[in-house]
């Protein structure tokens, strides 16, 4: 008989850009300070979209310092 363990994934929250769940491995915390959080995946490819501009909040508009 095979077995199978299945690890739990805890979410942390809900990714502002595509709406899934985070989890703490793929985890991205707004780096403005807003307390918006990103797969870090989705972040990544924001920035790239951004081209680098990343001085605000995808999400808010938040401004960081």
Do not use: M, S
Request: glycine share 10%.
């Amino acid at each position: 008989k095979k077995v199978e363990l299945v690890q739990e994934q805890v979410v942390t929250a809900t990714c502002g850009i595509c709406q899934g769940p985070v989890t703490p491995e793929v985890r991205k915390d707004c780096p403005n300070g807003c307390g918006h959080v990103f797969h870090t995946g989705c972040y990544q490819a924001w920035v790239a979209v951004a081209r680098g501009n990343v001085r605000y909040c995808p999400i808010c508009n938040a401004q960081g310092a």
